[in-house]
T-cell receptor, first 114, second 115 residues
Framework: NAGVTQTPKFQVLKTGQSMTLQCAQD?????MSWYRQDPGMGLRLIHY???????DQGEVPNGYNVSRSTTEDFPLRLLSAAPSQTSVYFC?????????????FGSGTRLTVV | AQSVTQLGSHVSVSEGALVLLRCNYS??????LFWYVQYPNQGLQLLLK??????LVKGINGFEAEFKKSETSFHLTKPSAHMSDAAEYFC?????????????FGKGTTLSVSS
């Protein structure tokens, strides 16, 4: 099925551990982004990419790294997990003309850092 | 900077009643506006979008929203609530400048529907 696939769906990390959240889309979308969702905070942009090889920071980038080596994949790396990074993470993608098409979201990764 | 304010973090209605979820935006340029719905343990799904073609926008599942520039509002309505409408709803506005590549989301409104 076409769409945005996120793995894993759930993850528990210990403080200080690192991990990569995977995001893949098969719609040939140029634009991809990562958001985190926290209760009462809505969705906040972490990092985004307008195409392969191009990434930039969003509102809350500290503690996260991204890369975009292919159009399809946009992994999010947590360098040294902290309890403040406990959240639900969503990957979203869109055509370059994103405001006319809107975003397609993945189903999310629920991360708990203990 | 662009921003979105959703009035009311929680709205409760009875089945069959009118649904009204409020969204006000701030934008220095003509905005693109969106409503998304999130069902429990799922990602966000696009309900409808305003892209300047028409001020009254119809979306999926019987929802619609009206863009009112004078009130900087984009409220979401549905004439008759159904139990399946219970979810969290997010309003979003297009960013500008460096943020012009992203959507700016409101904090969300949880809709509860009782029988």
């Amino acid at each position: 099925n076409a769409g945005v696939t996120q793995t894993p769906k759930f993850q528990v990390l210990k403080t200080g551990q690192s991990m990569t959240l995977q995001c893949a889309q098969d719609m040939n979308h140029e634009y991809m982004s990562w958001y985190r969702q926290d209760p009462g905070m809505g969705l906040r942009l972490i990092h985004y990419s307008v195409g392969a090889g191009i990434t930039d920071q969003g509102e809350v980038p500290n503690g996260y790294n991204v890369s975009r080596s292919t159009t399809e994949d946009f992994p999010l790396r947590l360098l040294s997990a902290a309890p403040s990074q406990t959240s639900v993470y969503f990957c979203a993608s869109s055509y370059a003309d994103k405001f006319n098409y809107g975003y397609t979201f993945g189903s999310g990764t629920r991360l708990t850092v203990v | 900077a662009q921003s979105v304010t959703q009035l009311g973090s929680h709205v409760s209605v009875s089945e069959g009643a009118l649904v009204l979820l409020r969204c006000n935006y701030s934008s220095s340029v003509p905005p693109y506006l969106f409503w998304y719905v999130q069902y429990p343990n799922q990602g966000l799904q696009l309900l409808l979008k305003y892209t300047s073609a028409a001020t009254l926008v119809k979306g999926i599942n019987g929802f619609e929203a009206e863009f009112k520039k004078s009130e900087t509002s984009f409220h979401l309505t549905k004439p008759s609530a159904h139990m399946s409408d219970a979810a969290e709803y997010f309003c979003a506005v297009s960013g500008t400048g460096q943020a012009g590549t992203a959507l700016i989301f409101g904090k969300g409104t949880t809709l509860s529907v009782s029988s």
